[in-house]
């Protein structure tokens, strides 16, 4: 399976940036990125993807370096209710694009 | 649009029983995954359906569990007999992509304790 590298956890300020790296150098060109969000006692939600350019939504911003090999998933105003896991996937074409998890950065928001 | 249905939510049984979880998925939704999620980890594959057949049943514990799709809409995993190790929250989620880049959605899942 493609690896992607998280750490573990981060904290931020509520209505500041935030930003979720992910490294996954072993990408291959057709392999895309996703990001999906876990919030307490409920199941993952999708959150965005993306193959090679820059992707825009209403949750967030994904922004893909040019090589591929890492990626950052960036909350633009952390509120409360962002606190979650939150799992950057990579969908392997070879693989039929079935998700697998890692463990994921568990994303604290302090007031 | 209605979401992925899960029940139970919760489930307490004792080792050596057996259990069924049911889920609806999103109509029209071709594939449709089972995950297990045991407490602290990211979710885990068993079991993909591409409408009524198998596309990947690799990790799942082929002694004890079992699922079917009939029809291609609902989906039943089942665990006999079951194990305390079995303790996990059990999400099912579909997308309507086949093999594309399509979009999971996920249920809220149904959380089994093996007591």
């Known amino acids: 399976d493609a690896k992607t590298t998280q750490p573990n956890s981060m904290e931020s300020n509520e209505e500041e940036p935030v930003h979720l790296p992910c490294n996954h150098s072993t990408i291959s060109g057709t392999d895309y990125i996703h990001w999906y969000r876990q919030l307490p006692s409920q199941g993952p939600e999708y959150v965005i993807h993306g193959l090679t350019s820059n992707v825009n939504n209403r949750m967030a911003s994904l922004a893909i370096a040019e090589d591929r090999k890492s990626s950052t998933l960036i909350l633009h105003r952390a509120t409360l209710r962002d606190a979650a896991v939150y799992y950057c996937?990579?969908?392997?074409?070879?693989?039929?694009?079935?998700?697998?998890f890692g463990g994921g950065t568990r994303v604290l928001v302090k007031p | 649009e209605a979401g992925v249905a899960q029940s139970p939510r919760y489930k307490i049984i004792e080792k050596r029983q057996s259990v069924a979880f049911w889920c609806n998925p999103i109509s029209g939704h071709a594939t449709l995954y089972w995950y297990q999620q045991i407490l602290g980890q990211g979710p885990k594959l068993l079991i993909q359906?591409?409408?009524?057949?198998?596309?990947?049943d690799s990790q799942l514990p082929k002694d004890r569990f079992s699922a079917e799709r009939l029809k291609g809409v609902d989906s039943t995993l089942k665990i006999q007999p079951a194990k305390l190790e079995d303790s996990a929250v059990y999400l099912c989620?579909?997308?309507?992509?086949?093999?594309?880049?399509?979009?999971?959605?996920f249920g809220s899942g149904t959380r089994l304790t093996v007591v």
């Open positions: 359906f591409q409408n009524n057949g198998v596309v990947d």
């Open positions: 989620a579909s997308s309507s992509s086949v093999r594309g880049t399509g979009v999971y959605t």
């Open positions: 996937i990579l969908s392997v074409k070879a693989a039929g694009n079935k998700l697998t």
